[in-house]
């Protein structure tokens, strides 16, 4: 079972435009990854974020986590049409696997 | 730079055809792993393996089979294709331990 839900299922932003997409999950957690995805190839890790931490940055990427509302937010700044891809949060559970959710597709035009 | 790598990036096969994935990672990486991804059902895990010769069933283990002879392969198995296992096939690994996973490029499955 889905682990992490992300809001919206997708997004349609500018050039230049910020982006921001949530996750909520169900259960306790020791830290939230993002993923992304480009059309048609494999995962690359982008952040993680440690249940003791309620913000945390990477170059133009932002994730905030609220763990008593068992949530998580990714903004992506600035965005270019490089970042066209789809975003996945994932949770690792007591066995040590990471469960995805079902990811929002963003769109970023020139 | 780690590297995991699909042998096939598309592939087709007729129902009741044995099918065969093969993953390959380059960094002695403990776990490997092998997802299906569908439309609107995000990454669900089918199969993962801690160690040479260990296998362990994820969530969705039935139809598949799964093999780890040598450390730095693992390979899936379709004993008996069907047509609800189209789908993109993504193999992960990592280090025992560790909480990011590396993926490959995926293989992309039709059944016919």
Not at chain 1, 12 to 35: D, F, H, P, R, V
Not at chain 1, 79 to 89: N, V
Not at chain 2, 70 to 85: D, G, H, P, V, Y
Request: glycine fraction near 8%; aromatic fraction near 10%.
């Amino acid at each position: 079972s889905q682990q992490g839900e992300e809001d919206p299922q997708a997004l349609s932003i500018q050039e230049g435009e910020n982006a921001t997409m949530n996750c909520s999950y169900k259960t306790s957690i020791n830290n939230l990854q993002w993923y992304r995805q480009n059309s048609g190839r494999g995962l690359v890790h982008l952040i993680l974020i440690r249940s003791n931490e309620r913000e945390k940055h990477s170059g133009r990427l932002r994730v905030t986590l609220d763990t008593s509302k068992k949530s998580s937010s990714l903004l992506i700044t600035a965005s270019r049409a490089a970042d066209t891809a789809s975003y996945f949060c994932a949770t690792i559970d007591s066995w040590g696997k990471l469960q995805f959710g079902a990811g929002t597709q963003v769109v970023v035009t020139p | 730079d780690v590297k995991v790598t699909q042998s096939s990036r598309y592939l087709v096969k007729r129902t009741g055809e044995k099918v065969f994935l093969e993953c390959v990672q380059d960094m002695d990486h403990e776990n490997m792993f092998w997802y299906r991804q569908d439309p609107g059902l995000g990454l669900r895990l089918i199969y993962f393996s801690y160690d040479v010769k260990m296998k362990e069933k994820g969530d969705i283990p039935e139809g598949y089979s799964v093999s780890r002879e040598k450390k730095e392969r693992f390979s899936l198995i379709l004993e008996s294709a069907s047509t609800n296992q189209t789908s993109m096939y993504l193999c992960a690994s990592r280090t025992g331990g560790a909480e990011t996973q590396y993926f490959g490029p995926g293989t992309r499955l039709l059944v016919l």
